[in-house]
């Protein structure tokens, strides 16, 4: 069975820059929230996402 996925962005909430797409499950309820590496910051920041 194939499951329904939504591309979505994961935007650094400092610098607004959109860093990452990824996807996730069309029924998730929750919201994505990352720590990755922001180049325009340069450091690790939170990232949440945004959809597309
Ligand atoms: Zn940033």
Redesign the pocket.
């Known amino acids: 069975m194939k499951v329904k996925e939504r591309y979505v962005f994961l935007e ?1 909430t ?2 607004k ?1 959109r860093n990452y797409t990824t996807h996730k499950r069309l029924k998730a309820a929750y919201k994505l929230e990352k720590k990755k590496y ?1 180049r ?2 340069r450091e690790h ?1 939170v990232h949440k996402e945004k959809k597309l």
């Open positions: 650094c400092i610098c820059n922001c325009f910051c920041t």
